[in-house]
């Protein structure tokens, strides 16, 4: 089974800084999928950027970006200029390729982003 | 459409009590998943419906849980005799995995469920 770990419970960055969550994860495959989800207070959780493992080239959204290390099973977000609503909850998560496995996602405990003034 | 629509928002019930949930899915999404959120945790995997067939289902969805999605549209989760360990948020996430429409999971705003 498939296990995502964040070691992060809080974070604090001030608002125009550059802050990295940190996740990592266990898997015995070679291909799958892995995510950093946003859940914002009392609102639904958005997908903010997505990474196939396939893929060499580390993902970017717009201020996001990810730090995908296969090898370490290492998969870290980078949140640039921080702004006052990229506060919330963040969860990394991991789907396996395999459509047979329902596509269902593994999520790690979150780490909460605060941004300060 | 507006996205994965919940209802309701928030429920508290009795020891004892049976509750449902429902979840409506963005209308072309043929997949659709229910997972549970305790406070603190992220969320957990409940069960998985492809159209109308209940695919997938964890090891965690007691027998006092049952899911169903008639016709492939909406989705109902009930709990029946609910506990007190039964109090979380209950997220519903659709997504497509037809060939002219891939998406990723959508998530709706949850059911927070409170058992007093």
């Not at chain 1, 950027?49 to 090898?71: G, L, M």
Request: net charge neutral; charged share 20%.
């Amino acid at each position: 089974a498939q296990t995502v770990t964040q070691s992060q419970p809080e974070m604090s960055v001030q608002e125009a800084e550059t802050v990295t969550l940190s996740c990592t994860y266990d898997t015995s495959e070679s291909d799958y999928y892995l995510f950093w989800y946003k859940q914002p207070p009392s609102r639904q959780m958005i997908l903010v950027i997505r990474q196939e493992a396939y893929k060499q080239q580390n993902a970017t959204e717009n201020r996001f970006s990810v730090n995908f290390q296969k090898a370490a099973k290492s998969f870290s977000l980078k949140i640039s200029d921080s702004q006052l609503g990229d506060a919330a909850m963040y969860f990394c998560a991991y789907r396996s390729h395999d459509t047979g496995t329902a596509s269902k996602l593994t999520f790690g405990t979150g780490t909460r982003l605060q941004v300060t003034l | 459409d507006t996205g994965v629509s919940q209802d309701p928002r928030h429920k508290i019930t009795k020891r004892g009590q049976n509750v449902t949930f429902r979840c409506d899915p963005i209308s072309e999404h043929n997949r659709l998943y229910w997972y549970r959120q305790t406070l603190g945790q992220g969320p957990e995997f409940l069960t998985y419906f492809q159209n109308e067939a209940q695919l997938e289902k964890s090891r965690l969805l007691s027998d006092r849980f049952s899911a169903e999605r008639p016709k492939g549209s909406f989705s109902t989760l009930e709990i029946q005799r609910t506990e007190q360990g039964d109090s979380a948020m209950y997220l519903c996430a659709s997504s497509s995995a037809r060939e002219a429409l891939n998406t990723e999971a959508f998530f709706g705003q949850g059911t927070r469920l409170t058992v007093v």
